[in-house]
């Protein structure tokens, strides 16, 4: 626009008319990157001068549209003061890309890009003679990579390109476990009721990892002061699988041990009818591998999520078995940049697997990965108390009457106890009925005899 400016006069309104500009950027990536399902682009530094107009996929290369609002343009002052508001950069970002599983590690992929756009305008402009000067203004853009970020491995100075060197993550083991309280129930089960409400903690040792950011600085043998790091990411997941017979309450609570690295955030929290899903992340960013260690090894061992108030339903059975399993898998991302320049790229995927130590007594034979917790239903206790009082709140026996206070209070003497009603057995009034009967019969025949005599 300023080599416009500086061929013809601008002290004059020149108004614009078929104003049209249009831009098509693409990126092209290679074999061994995942496209993204559905193409999205977000545009940048445009500041309402251009907006995104489509976005496409064409095979392996992702085409985005961009044109200017040319509707409210009417002058070449319109213009300028629309072009003048955009950013030095026009950018736009598409997500969704991912490494191919199967890709090798450490293979170089990179990223191809063309920008090609075009403008149209005729400008008129009323000269001092009444007349117009009309000019027909026709240019075509192409981009070429701008030399301050040329790629490393790029075999000319015009082709926009961006290398990246694909890393396959390194496997990692750490050891986890499920309790109850301190119970690891790993020699008999921990018995539970109907009704009952239990708090089950997930528990991961993150020994190995402690050990890991030790040997990386151990290696490294220089000032630990001087390394950064950059494009820290680090989370872990955990999922707590509980079977139909156990609930979560509505004030069922997730708690986190508290720690100077990692952190769960409310909306990390997802709850399920039988599942709960957290995921753990960083508390902050970090810059300096020293503060990253310091905090990595503040942690003593292990780290707890507890979810607390799980209920038994009242309708499970004595002696069934419940079983919670739980997964904890996560990841950590990073470059160093030592003192020098030199780069180095770190990627660990972690996988958690039940630690022996506290391995499920009713754990599958020969299942030494799958992390669990099982809990038995108690058998109701139908014993009878023979020394209880016999009410409602404490039933004895009912084929056997309870004791008197006079019988307890006589046995407590060491006398025989008094031969109440409510201490004889059955016999006793069944005696006491012959007894009554034999007197009756008695009566009546001597009644007869002394009828016959009077006569």
Same mark, same amino acid.
């Given at each position: 626009?300023?080599?416009?400016?500086?061929?013809?006069?601008?002290?004059?309104?020149?108004?614009?008319?078929?104003?049209?500009?249009?831009?098509?950027?693409?990126?092209?990536?290679?074999?061994?990157?995942?496209?993204?399902?559905?193409?999205?682009?977000?545009?940048?530094?445009?500041?309402?001068?251009?907006?995104?107009?489509?976005?496409?996929?064409?095979?392996?290369?992702? $085409?985005?549209?961009?044109?200017?609002?040319?509707?409210? @343009?009417?002058?070449?002052?319109?213009?300028?003061?629309?072009?003048?508001?955009?950013?030095?950069?026009?950018?736009?970002?598409?997500?969704?890309?991912? !490494?191919?599983?199967? @890709?090798? +590690?450490?293979?170089?992929? /990179?990223?191809?890009?063309?920008?090609?756009?075009?403008?149209?305008?005729?400008?008129? &402009?009323?000269?001092?003679?009444?007349?117009?000067?009309?000019?027909?203004?026709?240019?075509?853009?192409?981009?070429?990579?701008?030399?301050?970020?040329?790629?490393?491995?790029?075999?000319?100075?015009?082709?926009?390109?961006?290398? $990246?060197?694909?890393?396959?993550?390194?496997?990692?083991?750490?050891?986890?476990? =499920? !309790?109850?309280?301190?119970? /690891?129930? #790993?020699?008999?089960?921990?018995?539970?009721?109907?009704?009952?409400?239990?708090?089950?903690?997930?528990?991961?040792? =993150? /020994?190995?990892?402690? +050990?890991? @950011?030790?040997? !990386?600085?151990?290696?490294?043998?220089?000032?630990?002061?001087?390394?950064?790091?950059?494009?820290?990411?680090?989370?872990?997941?955990?999922?707590?699988? !509980?079977?139909?017979?156990?609930?979560?309450?509505?004030?069922?609570?997730?708690?986190?041990?508290?720690?100077?690295?990692?952190?769960?955030?409310?909306?990390?929290?997802?709850?399920?009818? #039988?599942?709960?899903?957290?995921?753990?992340?960083?508390?902050?960013?970090?810059?300096?591998?020293? +503060?990253?260690?310091?905090?990595?090894?503040?942690?003593?061992?292990?780290?707890?999520?507890?979810?607390?108030?799980?209920?038994?339903?009242?309708?499970?059975?004595?002696?069934?078995?419940?079983?919670?399993? %739980?997964?904890?898998?996560?990841?950590?991302?990073?470059?160093?940049?030592?003192?020098?320049?030199? *780069?180095?790229?770190?990627?660990?995927?972690?996988?958690?697997?039940?630690?022996?130590? %506290?391995?499920? &007594?009713?754990?599958?034979?020969?299942?030494?990965?799958?992390?669990?917790?099982?809990?038995?239903?108690?058998?109701?206790?139908?014993?009878?108390?023979?020394?209880?009082?016999?009410?409602?709140?404490?039933?004895?026996?009912?084929?056997?009457?309870?004791?008197?206070?006079?019988?307890?209070?006589?046995?407590?003497? %060491?006398?025989?106890?008094?031969?109440?009603? +409510?201490?004889?057995?059955?016999?006793?009034?069944?005696? $006491?009925?012959?007894?009554?009967?034999? =007197?009756? $019969?008695?009566? *009546?025949?001597?009644? *007869?005899?002394?009828?016959?005599?009077?006569?």
């Amino acid at each position: 626009m300023k080599g416009i400016e500086a061929l013809y006069p601008t002290d004059k309104t020149i108004d614009l008319s078929e104003l049209r500009s249009s831009f098509t950027a693409t990126l092209t990536v290679p074999e061994g990157v995942r496209m993204p399902e559905t193409a999205k682009a977000k545009a940048a530094g445009m500041n309402g001068a251009f907006e995104v107009t489509g976005t496409k996929i064409q095979d392996r290369t992702i $085409v985005v549209d961009f044109a200017l609002k040319a509707e409210r @343009i009417k002058t070449y002052a319109d213009l300028k003061q629309a072009i003048s508001g955009t950013d030095e950069y026009l950018t736009v970002t598409v997500d969704g890309f991912e !490494l191919a599983p199967e @890709i090798v +590690d450490r293979k170089m992929l /990179t990223v191809t890009g063309t920008v090609t756009g075009t403008f149209h305008s005729i400008a008129a &402009v009323t000269l001092e003679d009444s007349t117009k000067s009309v000019k027909i203004f026709d240019f075509g853009f192409e981009a070429t990579q701008e030399p301050s970020g040329k790629d490393e491995v790029a075999q000319d100075d015009a082709t926009i390109q961006f290398t $990246v060197e694909g890393r396959v993550p390194q496997e990692e083991t750490l050891l986890g476990d =499920i !309790l109850i309280g301190d119970d /690891t129930e #790993h020699d008999k089960l921990h018995e539970v009721k109907k009704d009952e409400e239990v708090d089950y903690t997930g528990r991961l040792n =993150i /020994t190995d990892i402690q +050990d890991k @950011i030790n040997l !990386l600085a151990a290696a490294y043998g220089g000032d630990l002061e001087a390394i950064r790091v950059e494009g820290l990411d680090s989370s872990f997941t955990a999922v707590f699988t !509980l079977p139909d017979t156990l609930d979560l309450q509505k004030d069922s609570k997730v708690t986190f041990t508290e720690n100077d690295l990692f952190e769960v955030k409310p909306e990390n929290i997802i709850r399920e009818d #039988h599942a709960v899903t957290v995921k753990m992340t960083l508390k902050k960013q970090y810059s300096k591998f020293v +503060d990253l260690q310091k905090d990595v090894n503040s942690i003593s061992e292990y780290l707890n999520l507890t979810i607390s108030k799980v209920k038994v339903r009242e309708t499970v059975k004595a002696e069934e078995k419940l079983t919670v399993t %739980g997964q904890v898998d996560g990841s950590f991302r990073s470059v160093a940049v030592s003192a020098g320049g030199k *780069r180095e790229f770190y990627y660990y995927h972690w996988t958690a697997k039940q630690d022996p130590a %506290g391995r499920d &007594v009713d754990q599958a034979e020969g299942d030494m990965d799958t992390i669990q917790y099982t809990v038995v239903v108690k058998k109701e206790d139908t014993s009878i108390d023979p020394s209880g009082p016999n009410t409602p709140e404490n039933p004895q026996d009912p084929k056997k009457p309870a004791s008197s206070d006079k019988t307890k209070e006589a046995r407590k003497r %060491g006398k025989k106890a008094p031969k109440t009603a +409510d201490a004889r057995d059955g016999r006793g009034y069944v005696a $006491v009925m012959l007894l009554t009967g034999g =007197i009756l $019969v008695m009566n *009546r025949e001597r009644r *007869r005899r002394r009828s016959e005599q009077s006569r």
